[in-house]
Structures are given as structure tokens and as C-alpha cells.
């Protein structure tokens, strides 16, 4: 029997509607990073993630490339596991919602909220957001959008089935307000608000589409893809037991320490989750914990938006540990933050080539050439010794104190204020000058192996964050490949004898410039990539500002949008700027489809002159850009109704 103490930590199930952006890596990276700090630490953990496949958007994207969802799925899911194979990380699980385990056991959950009386029959009228697949009502819509994501919604009608999610209102208040299920503290707040405005009974079933989980005693309705996505954290533990198989996972790690999710599905993770497992009378979760978001300078990445930061394409340049690193270092748990191409750079460059990569290019060099390649043995510590000594063996419970708290950047910021005191420590002691008399020679053993140590307890404490880095700089030092104990980052005076093997810089300096220029060419951070630069066409003969200024330019949202009726090439789009709402027709049919255009925020000409279209009037125009046969939106971040000037 396993004594360890388990520990299980969730990642939510990502999308395959798309391959991942760096915002959804962020949230994996640390829940690897966790993950490999519990194991490090001799727990026994349980680190799942996995795809969220159902639901209309789905449905609707592999409708629009003419696909099986299962087929769209399939290839993005594909990709979704390279690029966790790359990026090295440690689940001991992955859920796809398409596996009949996941899908007999949804089943399962609901029968039981059904015998519960906690489900009954009715019919949805409503607001739907596709793209957050989530139900809402008049009154919480904001201006008539989404209030999570902002895009249109559509109105819903339809026979659903419900979650009589009303009666545990009280119980969710009580939740929050005694426990610390849910962090940070700015998050409860919002739930209390939310639930605070009146908890409706939720909608749990489809019956527009099909792509879904069969509701079990009614085949039309399909189940709610929350309900079903939800469902994964128990049922890749093989909970609701099923006839011949094993639920000792479910009792093993059942209930989870950790779920970690962004900050927009935290509603669902506080909410819809604990209700659910109320109502099937299992043990809730200990901690939601909502993350923020990585912006970009424009606001949120989104395929749409062409706005992406590709992970992959950071990888092959600077390596995964510099990636993690940097995601881990860079952000505050808990609050949103800004990417851009410099600031990575700058970390990498001061962080990982100044402080980490010189000190172990500079203590390996040094016991070369002042000692043949062999760590000294300890000797008498004297001068910074002991404080050198000190600050090492007690980091590892400054990071363990800081990762209680999901604090990665504090944890990391320890670890660097070691390795900054070390290479410190080499500027204080001067190998060179006690190489040259034999009279200091002990003395540069003793500096020769502090350094050594203070490196070998470094390999340790950034383990959990950076393992490939860890295990190059143990090898260079000769300390082989077993994976290292935490416990012996506590200890000091543990080498001597080992040959160091000097091995290229671990983290070349980079030349800023240079790389920006080159991430902005490859479309590292939003541009477009090298080989797909828009042809260079001439510029048309220059204007005078006064004509520049007759044009009328407005900020706009497109609420609404179909083909026109009598022309193939043409949609017509109602456009609501401020006040006013038009309707604006424009030749983009082979760019884009209807449903993908709502939401969509534009520049409008507004001053130019009504004009039929094949009998349908188009009250100005829409900006695009114009590649070669495909047109995008010029689009805007600012609020509809406003002068572009
Ligand atoms: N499928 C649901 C989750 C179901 S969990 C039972 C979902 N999927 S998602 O793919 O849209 O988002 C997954 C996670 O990625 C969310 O936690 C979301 O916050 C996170 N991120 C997406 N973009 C992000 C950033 N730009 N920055 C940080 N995290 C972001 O929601």
C-alpha cells in the first residue's frame, strides 16, 4: 500500500476547435510545474488534462470545412498531443470527452442527478454564446453581448432538460463564505454577485444539434457540453463505477487538491461543478484557483483577431525551459499580464544567459583550470562563506512556503537571488588571484566547492520548472542523471570528487534587435509570417488631408449577418455603431462565413452614399484588408459608435 499523500491538480480540457495559443500552454505549464514539485517533494500526484470536443461550436466548425466533428477533432487533438510532448509535459493522464469511458460515466452523472429529482423537463428560451458554449438571460447579457467574451449571442428556443441548480444556492453561498474553495479572494466576490442577482435552474441539454452525449432515457437531446466537459475530473478517476472496472483511482485521489482554471470559466469551475457534485452527493474539490490572462498589446489572442503567439515557434528558437521559464517568472498568479516579444528577450538575457548560464559556464571553467576538472572537497568556510551557505540551504523552504500559493514567480525569484549571490560570491572571492599563490591554494578549493555546491542545490530548486536545464547542469557538473532529492538541497557539503564536464552555454545571449526583428518576421507575436508578406503593391498617387477628411470614419459591431439573397459573393451585415444600427452589404462571401462574423468589431465609412445591391440597400461600407482573394476585417478594439480619425 502507497503511503505517499496524493496530490491531484487539473488543467480545464482545451477546445480542439483550434490549435493552442501561448495563453493556453500558460495554464499547463504551471500545473507541470506543480505537478513536478509534489512529485519532487514525494507526493504521490495525479496531473490530468485532456480535450473538451462537443458542442455546437464544434459542430459548426467542422460543418464549415465540410468534416465529421469527430475528424476535425482527431487532427487538432493530434497536435494538441505533439505540442504537450514538446513543451515535456508530465501528465499522468489525458481525457478526450469522446472516450466511451468519459462518455458511459457522463451518462452515469446524470442519471443520478435525475434520481436525485434534481432534472426535469422544459423548455429553453434564452440567450446562447457559442463560442463560451454558455446559456444566458436578458438581463445578464452586456449591451446585448456575451458579458464573458463580448460577441454576439444568439436567441434560443428549444425543449431542454434542467438542473434545479436554484437549490443549492445556499449551499454554494456558505461554500465561499466559510471556506477557501475558491481563490483569489476578488474571484469570490464575483460569484457571491453573481449568485447574489437570482441562480436559475441551468439548461443541461441540446436538442438543436447532435453532437454530444446522448441524454441517457431521451436520444433527441444531446447533454449540455459543461455538464459533460465538468464531468472529466471524475471520470478519468473511473468515477461513476461501472460494471467490471476499477474505481481505485477515484478513491485514491477523489478530491482533488487543485483544479486550475482561467479566470472566465471560473463561474462554471465554483458554481455549476460543486452543485453537480452536491447533487450526486460526492465530495467537492478543495480549491478552484482562477488564473489571468496573457494579453498582447491589442487585448485578448484569438485566432480571429490573426493575433496569436505561437508556442511552437518560440520553442525551436529559445528552447522549452526558456519558455516555461519566462511564463512561470514573468506572471502573476491570479492576475492578467501583457506578452511581448522584448520583455521575453530581456528575461532571457538576464535571467538565463547573465545569471544562471554564466555562473555554470564560469564554475565549471574555473575547477578546469584550477583543478583539473575535479570538485574540491569542503573545506574551512570563512568570509561570505556562510552566508553563501545559508541563503542556499534555506531556499528550497522560502519556494516550498511560495508554491503553497501558486506563487511560480516568487519561487523562481529565490532561486535567482541565490544564483545572483553566488556568481556575487565570485567577484568577492577572486579565484584568479588565489590561483596564483600557493599559500591560497586551500582556499580556492573551499571557493571552488561552494560553488559547486551552490550550483548543485540550484540543479535541485529549479527541477520542478525547468527539468532538461536541471539535469544539463547536474551533468556538467558530474553529478550524473538520476534525478535529484529535494531533501538535498538542504545540505551543504555534499561533493567533492566529481569531474565537471564543460559543456556549449547553456543559454547563449541573444542579440535583441536581431531577434525581435526576426519574431516579428516569422509572426512570433501576431505578424504575419515571413513567407506570407502581403505583395508589395504601389502605393496610390498621395491625397490632401482634405480629402482624407471628407471621409467619415466610425468604430462598429456586426450583431447580425447572412448571405444575401440573390448574390453568392455578397453579405449583408447589420452593423451596430453607438446609437444606430445599419445595415451594410459587402462582397466577402468567399472570406467569410455569416456565423463567424457576428462579434466582429470594424471600421465603417459612414458618409458614403446609400447604394443597391441585387435589391438590398447597404447603408456604407465595411474596411478590410485585401490579400490577394481573401478579405479580413480591419478590425478595432475600441467601443462601437466612435470616430476613427
Ligand atoms: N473547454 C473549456 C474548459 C472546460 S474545463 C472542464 C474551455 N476551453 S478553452 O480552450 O477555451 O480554454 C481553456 C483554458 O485556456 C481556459 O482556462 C482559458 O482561460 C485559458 N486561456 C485561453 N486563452 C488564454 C490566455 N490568453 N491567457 C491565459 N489563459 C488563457 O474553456
Redesign the pocket.
Known amino acids: 500500500m502507497d503511503k505517499r499523500e496524493t496530490f491531484y491538480i487539473t488543467t480545464?480540457?482545451?477546445?480542439p476547435?483550434d490549435n493552442l495559443?501561448?495563453?493556453?500552454t500558460?495554464?499547463t505549464v504551471m500545473a507541470d510545474a506543480m505537478a513536478r514539485f509534489k512529485r519532487l517533494a514525494g507526493y504521490d500526484v495525479m496531473f490530468l488534462t485532456g480535450t473538451?470536443e462537443h458542442g455546437q461550436k464544434i459542430q459548426k466548425l467542422a460543418e464549415a470545412r465540410g468534416q465529421k466533428p469527430k475528424e476535425y477533432v482527431d487532427a487538432i487533438v493530434e497536435g494538441i498531443l505533439e505540442l504537450w510532448e514538446t513543451m515535456e509535459i508530465s501528465y499522468d493522464d489525458f481525457i478526450r470527452t469522446t472516450e466511451p469511458r468519459h462518455e458511459k460515466r457522463v451518462q452515469e452523472i446524470f442519471l443520478k442527478m435525475h434520481e436525485k429529482g434534481d432534472i426535469y423537463k422544459s423548455e429553453y428560451v434564452g440567450w446562447y454564446c457559442t463560442p463560451c458554449e454558455s446559456f444566458w438571460t436578458e438581463n445578464q447579457l452586456a449591451e446585448g453581448l456575451c458579458p464573458d467574451c463580448g460577441r454576439a449571442v444568439e436567441k434560443t428556443k428549444e425543449e431542454a432538460y434542467f438542473f434545479r441548480l436554484s437549490n443549492y444556492a445556499d449551499r454554494l453561498v456558505e461554500l465561499f463564505k466559510t471556506t477557501d474553495f475558491l481563490q483569489p479572494e476578488s474571484r469570490v466576490n464575483e460569484m457571491l454577485a453573481f449568485i447574489d442577482q437570482g441562480l436559475e435552474d441551468l439548461c443541461i441539454s441540446r436538442s438543436s444539434f447532435d453532437w454530444g452525449i446522448p441524454v441517457p432515457l431521451d436520444e433527441k437531446h444531446v447533454i449540455y457540453v459543461?455538464l459533460d466537459?465538468?464531468s472529466?475530473?471524475v471520470t478519468a478517476l473511473g468515477f461513476p463505477e461501472l460494471p467490471g472496472e476499477s474505481m481505485e483511482k477515484y478513491e485514491r485521489y477523489w478530491p482533488c487538491n487543485v483544479h486550475l482554471?482561467?479566470?472566465?470559466?471560473v463561474r462554471?469551475?465554483s458554481i455549476i461543478w460543486p452543485a453537480m457534485l452536491m447533487s450526486i452527493d460526492a465530495p467537492l474539490p478543495k480549491h478552484v484557483l482562477g488564473?489571468?490572462?496573457?494579453?498582447l498589446e491589442g487585448g485578448?489572442?484569438s485566432k480571429s483577431r490573426g493575433n496569436i503567439v505561437d508556442p511552437v515557434k518560440l520553442i525551436e528558437r529559445y528552447g522549452v525551459d526558456a519558455l516555461k521559464y519566462f511564463l512561470l517568472r514573468e506572471y502573476t498568479f491570479g492576475q492578467d499580464g501583457l506578452f511581448t516579444n522584448e520583455v521575453m528577450l530581456n528575461r532571457f538575457n538576464s535571467d538565463l544567459a547573465n545569471d544562471l548560464g554564466n555562473l555554470l559556464s564560469r564554475t565549471t571553467a574555473m575547477i578546469d583550470k584550477y583543478n583539473g576538472g575535479i570538485v574540491p572537497p569542503a573545506g574551512v568556510a570563512e568570509g561570505p562563506d556562510r552566508e553563501l551557505r545559508d541563503l542556499a540551504v534555506g531556499c528550497g523552504e522560502k519556494i516550498a512556503a511560495h508554491m503553497e500559493h501558486f506563487r511560480f514567480n516568487h519561487a523562481l525569484e529565490e532561486i535567482w537571488t541565490l544564483i545572483r549571490r553566488t556568481n556575487k560570491y565570485i567577484d568577492e572571492t577572486a579565484p584568479w588571484v588565489l590561483d596564483k599563490e600557493e599559500s591560497s591554494k586551500e582556499r580556492l578549493h573551499t571557493v571552488l566547492h561552494n560553488l559547486a555546491e551552490s550550483l548543485r542545490i540550484v540543479s535541485i530548486l529549479i527541477y520542478p520548472f525547468m527539468h532538461t536545464t536541471a539535469e544539463e547542469i547536474r551533468v556538467q557538473l558530474g553529478l550524473g542523471e538520476d534525478e535529484p532529492e529535494w531533501a538535498d538541497a538542504a545540505t551543504f557539503d555534499l561533493m567533492g570528487g566529481q569531474a565537471v564536464r564543460r559543456g556549449d552555454p547553456i543559454f547563449p545571449r541573444l542579440d535583441i534587435e536581431e531577434e525581435i526583428a526576426a519574431l516579428e518576421a516569422m509572426g512570433g507575436a501576431g505578424g504575419a509570417p515571413k513567407e506570407d508578406l502581403p505583395p508589395d503593391i504601389p502605393y496610390k498617387e498621395a491625397i490632401d488631408f482634405e480629402d482624407f477628411a471628407k471621409l467619415d470614419l466610425r468604430t462598429g459591431v456586426i450583431v447580425s449577418a447572412e448571405k444575401h439573397p440573390n448574390a453568392d459573393k455578397l453579405l449583408v451585415f447589420q452593423v451596430r455603431m453607438g446609437r444606430e444600427t445599419r445595415q451594410i452589404i459587402s462582397g466577402v462571401a468567399d472570406s467569410y462565413k455569416p456565423e463567424d462574423c457576428v462579434g466582429q468589431e470594424v471600421i465603417v465609412v459612414a458618409n458614403l452614399k446609400p447604394r443597391k445591391f441585387r435589391g438590398l440597400e447597404s447603408n456604407g461600407m465595411l474596411l478590410f484588408a485585401n490579400d490577394r482573394d481573401k478579405y479580413t476585417f480591419a478590425f478595432t478594439k475600441a467601443r462601437d459608435g466612435e470616430v476613427v480619425s
Open positions: 480545464p480540457i482545451y477546445y476547435s495559443h501561448i495563453g493556453h500558460y495554464c473538451d459543461w466537459a465538468l472529466n475530473y482554471v482561467g479566470k472566465e470559466i462554471f469551475h488564473h489571468g490572462w496573457i494579453l485578448k489572442m
